[in-house]
């Protein structure tokens, strides 16, 4: 039986720390009214998704149920910062774009620097492959206490 909308168990799963780039797609309710011929007035919801792309600055309470993480991007020069619970259902998806190896748990010390800087800090990134899962080419038959080849 499933009580919430959210993959508990996947989000649990997720490993990403301060200092890595991701692109969270979360979504964005967007209310239409239109009126009727009869001069009611009715209202529709629909439901787009927005990505929002930047570096992880924090990630409080760890997988507990309160658990958020911030992420900060620069947008035309402008520093913008957005707080997302974990297991919100309004984010519908968590991608790990990049992994950076920080000193840090807490980058709140990037507010202040320059992109240049920043980017200079983050040089040591990590670009995380999709692990492909490969089956032994021949498996080993072990007969008689002997390992055949």
């Not at 507010?111 to 040591?124: E, G, H, N, P, Y």
């Amino acid at each position: 039986m499933k009580f919430s909308p959210v993959d508990i168990e996947a989000r649990r799963k997720l490993d990403f720390r301060s200092g890595d780039t991701v692109r969270v797609w979360s979504k964005i309710a967007e209310e239409k009214f239109s009126t009727r011929a009869d001069k009611k007035s009715e209202k529709t919801v629909k439901f787009r998704l927005q990505a929002f792309e930047g570096t992880v600055l924090a990630r409080k309470h760890g997988t507990e149920p309160g658990g958020t993480f911030t992420v900060r991007r620069v947008a035309s020069g402008v520093g913008v910062e957005r707080i997302f619970p974990l297991y919100s259902p309004m984010v519908d998806k968590i991608e790990i774009v990049k992994r950076a190896n920080t000193g840090r748990s807490k980058l709140y010390y990037i507010r202040t620097k320059a992109v240049k800087d920043v980017r200079r800090k983050m040089r040591s990134t990590i670009v995380d492959e999709e692990e492909e899962v490969t089956k032994p080419a021949r498996p080993e038959v072990h007969s008689g206490g002997v390992k055949a080849e």
